[in-house]
């Protein structure tokens, strides 16, 4: 009669959805403002939010939900002009002392001279395993996607679908991995210009104020850990142009690079720096 059809293919269609669970879209339903006051702010009906930073406060946000893996997709334009002195962060991370973290950093500048896109990775409290990158764009004229992939084998920071950066499970060689504490999505736009713009030698320019970030197009895909037993899912690393799309960034645009800061790592670089 076609029912068992019918069945086989409600139970397809089951096991597919229960494989992703995807959010996205409204910031009202996926985000709280946690300081900062009326300096965050949501438009258009939850599809666009902004935060700002004055003399007084910076302000920020993070996701009500929490995750443990998956592909979290923000599109950002972050602040335009003299924006030195600025640090915009996007990151995931989970609570306490050994917690673990997956950061994206951005680096005001004065008008025309380069951001810095900064990355790093914490594990059980740990980070000091910074990469950081120019942008082959402005990133204040137009929004751009910054992606995390985060599965139990590797973590992938991509811009614009372009991966900048492939951080391997490394447990093999001692190294702890995030995998066992689910993170939240985190975002704060805050003055940094003890640190942020040529080592701290810019400072904010407070008549610009206020300085202005803008997020849209939020998307978080949590994956299952069916997924990661799946032979296909393990494999699935970067393919030819993902692998050569790598190159290029890493060639042109990287400025930093922890595994081959040989004066910070006098007695041989960290066993992750090794390929293994
Ligand atoms: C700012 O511009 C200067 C000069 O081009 C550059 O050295 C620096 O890396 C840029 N970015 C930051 C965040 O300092």
Known sequence: MGSFTHYGFLILALLFSSCMVTYGGNFFQEFDFTWGGNRAKIFNGGQLLSLSLDKVSGSGFQSKKEHLFGRIDMQIKLVAGNSAGTVTTYYLSSQGPTHDEIDFEFLGNVTGEPYILHTNIYAQGKGNKEQQFYLWFDPTKNFHTYSIIWKPQHIIFLVDNTPIRVYKNAESVGVPFPKNQPMRIYS??????????????????????????????????????????????????????????????????????YCTDIKRFPQGFPPECRRF
């Open 188 to 257: 704060s736009l805050w003055n940094a210009d003890d640190w942020a713009t040529r080592g701290g030698l810019v400072k904010t320019d407070w008549a610009q104020a206020p300085f202005t970030a803008y997020y849209r197009n939020y998307m978080a895909q949590s994956f299952s850990p069916s997924q990661f037993s799946d032979q296909k899912w393990q494999n699935q690393e970067l393919d030819a142009n993902g692998r050569r799309r790598l190159r290029w960034v890493q060639k042109n645009f990287m400025i930093y690079n």
